[in-house]
């Protein structure tokens, strides 16, 4: 029944923008009827000093105001008169946290504007200018202060022990700031980092963040970075830290040149030990046990100075810290005469020659891959179907071949009355790969190309009777050719 109400009762279109234009007007005189101006909202930062701005405006002129109060809302549900003004009365701070920083711009209940000194996180919230009038009763506009911190950023390393856990090795901190702040790590060491945040009572909040890695000795003195982002920072706050790895010593000995002979005065080993922290002690000993009298210790350094067979032994260089020791040993061979070292090339003349090397051979290759795809191509299979063979004496071509009239060019008169006719018809078609074609004619010579033409000797001689010339006195040629005959005709004189 109720659904059959609704449809009953359901608005036009027309209606319905009637409403949403009441609507619009509504709400148009509500903001025209605020008498009380503020602002909205404000941001200030600890120990500055900020000014609510208020002001009653009143086009009638016909309010009376009677008193003017500034309530503080740090809270949902917690309101405190901070500043009062009566015209009659004077000035008024009811509230001992606001007393000594607060104070009125203006003795007007039309502008009772108020400056807070010394801010404090504390003093975030809402701030009320309220008036007391007649005949309307109380207007008021509210104010939203927001208190913003700058975070004390901080970023140190801690020292690890190289191991197969992972651990915090780098720490990075941005302390009392509002709102809170992001932290970003940048490293190339392949961490991960964890973040926290602690908020204090004030409004402004701590956050912390652990870089964390499983530690190795290559792994110190590399850059960690850490990157504090926040509203109040113009741009991230940015710092670099070096791990601090510890571990063992790493020991090797250098200096041995393989060329130790008798009476060599400028021979020594060096003992380079990597270890964080440095080590603390370096010995040199040998494998029988002390060194030989030749021979002097000067830090990670083995001098000796004058080579003899005593030196032919091996040296021993150990190396300690905290984490532990390391050692490592050569054995120095001592030869009669010294050893003659034929100075080698050099190396960008080794270079070259490798270089050169390796083209001269891409350039045998790419010749030899040419010759062998030409070769290719020519013992392939054709790359089209041939025709098939013509015998030059087929019958069968003869036969199929159109009949054309003989054509003959006149060459020189040889007497008054007399014309010589020389045929000019194509040149006779031979196969002389074929030994057959002479059976195939009878032993006669090659069929020529354009015999077909010459079927019917009479026409030649009809042709040649024009010339009025009885062909009689000079013989008449064979009435018809057989098929399959070829033959060369003489010159014949009509």
Not at 200 to 228: F, H, K, Q, W
Not at 290 to 306: A, C, F, H, Y
Not at 352 to 372: D, K, P, S, Y
Not at 376 to 404: C, F, I, Q, R, Y
Request: hydrophobic fraction near 35%; glycine fraction near 8%.
């Amino acid at each position: 029944m109720a659904r059959d109400y609704a449809s009953r009762c359901s608005l036009s279109p027309v209606r319905k923008t009637w409403l949403v234009a009441a609507a619009i007007l509504l709400v148009a005189q509500g903001i025209g009827a605020q008498k009380v101006r503020v602002e909205e909202e404000l941001e200030a930062y600890p120990t500055e000093s900020v000014d609510l701005r208020c002001q009653f405006i009143d086009g009638s002129s016909k309010t009376k105001l009677t008193q003017v109060s500034w309530i503080w809302e740090p809270i949902d549900g917690q309101r405190d008169n901070i500043a009062v003004y009566h015209p009659i009365y004077g000035q008024s701070f009811p509230n001992l946290s606001f007393r000594d920083r607060v104070v009125f711009l203006q003795n007007s209940l039309e502008n009772p504007s108020i400056r807070i000194s010394n801010l404090r996180m504390a003093d975030a919230g809402r701030y009320t200018c309220e008036y007391a009038t007649y005949p309307t009763g109380n207007e008021q506009g509210t104010t939203t202060l927001t208190m913003l911190a700058k975070p004390k950023n901080s970023a140190k390393v801690v020292t690890v022990q190289a191991g197969s856990k992972s651990v915090v090795v780098a720490q990075c901190e941005a302390a009392d700031g509002k709102p809170a702040a992001t932290i970003k790590w940048l490293a190339s060491v392949g961490g991960n980092h964890s973040t926290s945040t602690t908020s204090a009572p004030d409004g402004t909040v701590t956050v912390r963040s652990e870089y964390r890695l499983v530690p190795t000795p290559a792994d110190d003195g590399r850059d960690v970075m850490c990157m504090v982002e926040q509203r109040t920072q113009e741009q991230p706050w940015v710092n670099t830290v070096k791990l601090s790895v510890e571990y063992p010593p790493s020991v090797s000995i250098e200096g041995y040149d393989y060329n130790w002979f008798i009476g060599r005065s400028d021979a020594a080993l060096l003992c380079l030990a990597s270890a964080n922290p440095e080590p603390t002690t370096v010995t040199w000993t040998t494998a029988s046990g002390s060194l030989p009298d030749t021979v002097e210790v000067d830090g990670n350094k083995l001098i000796v100075r004058k080579v003899d067979d005593a030196v032919n032994t091996t040296f021993i260089c150990e190396a300690k810290n905290k984490h532990g020791a390391s050692r490592h040993q050569i054995t120095t061979i001592v030869t009669e005469k010294e050893r003659l070292v034929t100075p080698g090339p050099s190396t960008g003349a080794v270079i070259g020659g490798i270089i050169g090397a390796l083209a001269f051979i891409g350039i045998i290759g790419g010749v030899i891959f040419f010759i062998r795809k030409r070769q290719e191509d020519g013992e392939g299979p054709p790359k089209h179907k041939p025709p098939p063979p013509v015998k030059a004496g087929s019958s069968t071509e003869m036969l199929n071949k159109p009949s054309e009239p003989p054509t003959a060019t006149e060459t020189a008169p040889l007497s008054p009355g007399e014309v010589y006719y020389e045929p000019t018809g194509g040149e006779p078609v031979t196969n002389l790969d074929d030994e057959s074609t002479g059976a195939l004619n009878g032993g006669a010579p090659p069929v020529l190309e354009n015999s077909a033409k010459y079927d019917n000797v009479n026409e030649l001689k009809d042709h040649a009777a024009d010339g009025h010339h009885d062909s009689s006195n000079h013989g008449t040629a064979a009435a018809n050719i057989a098929r399959g005959e070829s033959f060369v005709s003489s010159a014949m004189y009509v």
